[in-house]
């Protein structure tokens, strides 16, 4: 029921690794986790987060949206949606002022203070919708739409492969926020993903060629939206493997190079995570570019993290390796790592992997983690003004 309450669940727990104190912010039978890394659940200047959560439903996987106010704990539930909401189908402002996201066919806007929630687009069939992304503006959505193929994904990127095959026609789509007009701005022969404005400029965007990073030649696009052209980022050659791309917080785009023969998956077998990399000779890398597609930066990144997540001046990153949380220093354009914590998490779906992301303003970490056979939300935070 939207705006029922519900009362705190967080508890503080002490890490048996690091002895850092962790809180546990959501427990119980239903199943919880953050918004994408690429979004960020906190709200900048409060102290409260949005997340997705299956405890309205009571069945498995319809999520509804929630906000929690982190000083006391205490949840509310701010949409009921009986299809339940697509997993990776959400996306807010910075100052939470709107949540966009996506049920059925259907993307809507809900306002936050309201909680009226207004259809803004209706999806034909035979189409899939992607993950949306608010211009800095607030004027339009925009987001990936793919053919459908009909075929299964499931846990473990069962079918992942196969999609990324079986589609050949995307759409980059941009949507009114006040007229609801609807816009294709781009075509493609390929399965398109992880459509991101730029931080403070509506005019450039990025998305994805998606799929196995081994397998796609090419993976991140820049996008002029007003001349509707791309161009690539970091143009790839044959050993680059390429993806989970972010831009930061100053306008840089943020990816990762696993070099040869990586697919860029970890799976609950967890053997993915680890390359032989003497037998290639190479060593992973982060790299940041400019607006222009540019590499401006790159260092060498000999670890085994799935997702990063940076600071505002980009000098610390936060990954998650199989088992552990790191920090990892960029001081002197050299990697120095820390961990900071265990998550033991499966890796089994999306929405159990940890996708560490800091606060707007850098003094908390939030992740997801099922090591207690539901999916939960873990909060680390500064001690002392800083993380190292």
């Known amino acids: 029921m939207i705006g029922k309450e519900y009362p705190a669940e967080k508890k503080m727990t002490v890490d048996e690794k690091t002895g850092k104190v962790v809180w546990q912010l959501t427990a119980g039978e239903s199943n919880n986790y953050h918004f994408y890394f690429t979004d960020n659940s ?18 498995p996987e319809v999520y509804n949206l929630f906000r929690m106010d982190l000083e006391t704990g205490v949840i509310c539930q701010l949409t009921d949606e009986k299809a339940g909401i697509m997993p990776s189908g959400h996306t807010k402002t910075p100052d939470s002022e709107f949540v ?31 993950h949306p992304s608010i211009s800095p503006n607030k004027k339009v959505i925009g ?11 499931g846990g473990n990127y069962k079918g992942f492969k196969e999609q990324m095959y079986a589609v050949k026609r995307g759409w980059i789509t941009l949507v009114d926020l006040d007229s609801t007009k609807a816009t294709n701005i ?31 030649l090419q993976r991140i696009w820049l996008l002029d939206i007003m001349n509707r ?44 995570a680890i390359i032989n990399y003497p037998e290639f000779g190479q060593i992973p890398y982060i790299g940041m570019a ?25 000098m610390l990153l936060i990954g998650d390796q199989m088992d552990d949380l790191v920090l990892i220093s960029l001081q002197d354009d050299k990697a120095q790592l820390k961990t900071l914590c265990t998550h033991h998490t499966s890796w089994y779906m999306q929405q159990s992997h940890c996708h560490p992301t800091f606060s707007w303003d850098n003094q908390q970490i939030l992740f997801t983690s099922d090591r207690s056979g539901k999916c939960n939300l873990y909060m680390v935070e500064q001690e002392n003004g800083k993380w190292l």
């Not at 409060?46 to 299956?54: A, C, L, N, Q």
């Not at 590499?295 to 600071?311: D, L, Q, R, S």
């Open 42 to 59: 906190f709200t900048i200047e409060k102290r409260e987060i949005y997340f997705m959560s299956d405890r309205a439903s009571r069945i």
């Open 100 to 130: 966009i996201y996506v049920t059925g066919n259907k993307i809507k806007k809900l306002d936050t203070t309201t909680l009226k929630s207004t259809d803004i687009f209706e999806e034909e069939t035979g189409i899939q919708l992607g």
């Open 143 to 153: 987001l990936a739409r793919n053919e459908d193929p009909g075929l299964y994904r």
């Open 186 to 216: 781009y075509e493609d022969t390929h399965w398109l993903g992880h459509f991101q404005f730029a931080p403070h400029d509506s005019s450039i965007a990025m998305f994805c060629h998606e799929g196995p990073w081994n397998l796609v």
């Open 229 to 272: 052209t791309v161009i690539p980022c970091f143009r790839q050659t044959e050993d680059d493997c390429v993806g989970h791309e972010f831009w930061t917080n100053d306008g840089k785009i943020f990816f990762d190079n696993r070099r040869k023969g990586h697919d860029g998956t970890i799976t609950s077998d967890k053997k993915q």
């Open 290 to 314: 400019d607006r222009n597609g540019e590499v401006i930066k790159n260092i060498p990144m000999p670890y085994y993290c799935n997702h990063y997540h940076a600071t505002n001046d980009n």
